[in-house]
């Protein structure tokens, strides 16, 4: 199988230019996190691939980036959640409809679909690492026909830091795609599993020498969640996970991204788990 994770190009005029988007929707998902909905005050909306990110710039205060969790292109809508944690995303946070943002991109390479096509797909996701697996199982449930088994595996410190509850419920009542939460602590009114999301692998059906897993979320759980993968059979080629370093630039220039020989924001954030595995376990990176 051959590198499974896709880079998409950002038009060369764009790259470093950000664009105003104007708040038009908000939802608060947890008591630190919120999805905002923005849409395009320019023209026509930006065209992105499912695992991509932007860098959302707050006039005044600053720019980070952040993993695209929705939109409609047609509509000129974006959909990015954020937890505050610093000046940027708790300003971010604190955006109310009408606010005008500058947005630009997108950066970075796709969650690999097509190579999951006539395969059977596991999603793994850990806390906040959903957002940018959102638009991939969006894209599969779209597209169903093409894929065997779907299989979506979410972890959360607890009940109350849950994302996208009614996507999950929405999901969860298909026949198409089986989806098992779990918490690290639970309380009186949880009823579900406890425990870490790795052990949730053992509950969905998948051939590990026919699977495409995509995993985002802290990087411990990656990489403990990618080595009972490919321990199970499942290629390391085919295992894709998602990196977070610190970006600056988003196009391969300034360098506070660099992982090894290679550029977060240009060579990732999705990458395979063979390629990054070695330097994964070096601390230091």
Known sequence: MTNPVVAVGTRAGEALRPLPYRVVGRRQETADTVTIEFEADYGPG??????????LYVFGVGEVPISIAGGDPARGTLLHTVRA???????????VDGDVVGIRGPYGTAWPLAAATGRDLVVVAGGIGLAPLRPAVLEVLAHRGRYRTLSLLYGARSPADLLYEADLRAWRSRFDIEVEVTVDRADEDWHGDVGLVGGLLPRVAFEPAETVALLCGPEIMMKVVARELTALGVPENAVAVSLERNMKCAVGFCGHCQFGADFVCRDGPVVPWSRVRSALAVPEL
């Open 85 to 95: 944690a610093g000046a940027v995303t708790a300003a971010i946070c604190g955006l």
């Open 46 to 55: 930006m065209e992105f691939a499912p695992g991509q990110f932007t860098m």
